[in-house]
């Protein structure tokens, strides 16, 4: 109905318009992807029928952005390191090039926390993202700059990456839909800093979008000739699905308790559920998700099967260079002399710390294994388990050096390798999202993706800031 330039010289507005206040756009591609809007009507107007098109492009012409971690041609890749700022991505990461195949149109890249590993996303290269809701409050981490754009109708879809909520917090603080798919479905080639050892099976690349029915075909299109392990072609039945709820972790003393707002929210997704499709959702209480910050921690940094450790955060700090000494760091950052933030200097002090109590740690592994075959077990091939996706609604900035364990509640489904959509649920009393984490068993995506569309239409799914 609409030229694809038309498209993509108002999303091309829309940035310049907004990013001055929320920062969520670092660097941006925005001749390139006018030259190629172009091609897509040129293509239009003499191409073949409709259908044929669709099947070849899905996402012909349609917008996009992708986290700065993630290689784009042309395009910055420094996740944040003061030391890679002058990193120019040569190639596409791979989820990024059947993007563009399918027809995606770029439009930049996304800010993200230094090395991804922190849930504010804030930097020395590009300095804090806001949030479009209130620019006080954070966006989450690490692909906050995708939740920010997209909250802020500046894309379509973003390409987000994932290994402790990276995709969810960003989803929840900033009321979009974002997806952690199941372990090992979609690739994650082409992002800095990768995976390696025990970790490859944490980390998962997913979309991120305004609109729930926009997560499956992107999905679709990342995962490739992957996509054959899901179960995407099958109807799903809703009031076929069990579901179960659990209200919080169970009291962690290291995590937030949960705000009345997010739990009465929780409530009335149980409660319309339960009227509407007639179902009887079961409240269960899992006693080892108490201690989901301790077996995260103990399954990042412990040996594969090949008995390979870990990579270092200080390593990955120092960029092949030296690693960095966090104690030094955090001596030159209180006379503003480190080129790194607190975050990443507090991560890189903690990680010597978890590897002192060798055995407690051994414990901790293998209460996170019999915790997947749990999990597994409860929700077999149709259930579906609503959770927090946070125990607090977007906090003011600075604040997570408070809480910086809060991410548990997202973090815990990577080291269990489940699939999880984060679904915004409308603005709470000062205006700012609330949402829900929708779990399956490895492999029933199509499960959580059917409920976020059917909460989308009973709670409204996103909302354009300022519009209330």
Known sequence: QVACVEVVEAYVERIKEVNPLINAVVKDRFEEALQEARQVDKLLSE?????????????????????EAFSLYGMPNTSGLVNRRNVIATSDAIVVSRLKQAGAIPLGVTNCSELCMWYESSNRVYGRTNNPYDLQRIVGGSSGGEGSVLAAACSVVGVGSDIGGSIRMPAFFNGVFGHKPTTGVVPNDGQFPNAHGVRTSYLCTGPMCRYAEDLEPVLRVMAGPGVSKLKLNEKVSLEKIKF??????????????????????????????????????????????????????????????????????????????????????????????????????????????????????????????SLQEEMEA???????????????????????????????YTAIFNVLGLPVT??????????????????????NDHLTLAVARYLEKAFGGWVLPGEV
């Open 47 to 67: 191409g073949p029928g409709d259908d044929c098109l669709e099947e070849k492009f899905p996402l012909l012409g349609v917008p996009i952005t992708v986290k």
């Open 244 to 369: 179960h709820c659990m209200d919080h972790d169970g009291g962690s003393i290291f995590v937030s308790p949960v705000d009345k707002e997010i739990l009465q929210a929780q409530k009335k997704v149980v409660e319309h559920l339960e009227s509407d499709l007639g179902v009887q959702v079961q409240h269960v209480a899992i006693h080892k998700m108490k201690y989901s910050f301790q077996i995260w921690s103990a399954m990042m940094s412990s040996k594969d099967s090949e008995g390979q450790e870990a990579q270092r955060f200080t390593d990955l700090l120092g960029d092949h260079g030296k690693p960095v000494w966090p104690l030094w760091e955090l001596m030159k950052w209180l006379v503003g002399m480190s080129s790194h933030t607190l975050p990443a200097i507090a991560l890189g002090l903690t990680e010597k710390l978890v590897n002192l109590n060798l055995s407690g740690k051994a414990k901790l592994v293998s209460m996170g294994k």
């Open 378 to 408: 409860l929700l077999g091939p149709d259930g579906v388990l609503l959770y927090p996706s946070h125990p607090t609604i977007a906090p003011k900035h600075h604040s997570p050096i408070c809480m910086p364990f809060n991410f548990a």
């Open 422 to 443: 984060q679904c915004p649920l409308g603005l709470g009393s000062e205006g700012l999202p609330l949402g829900i984490q929708l779990v399956a068993a490895s492999y």
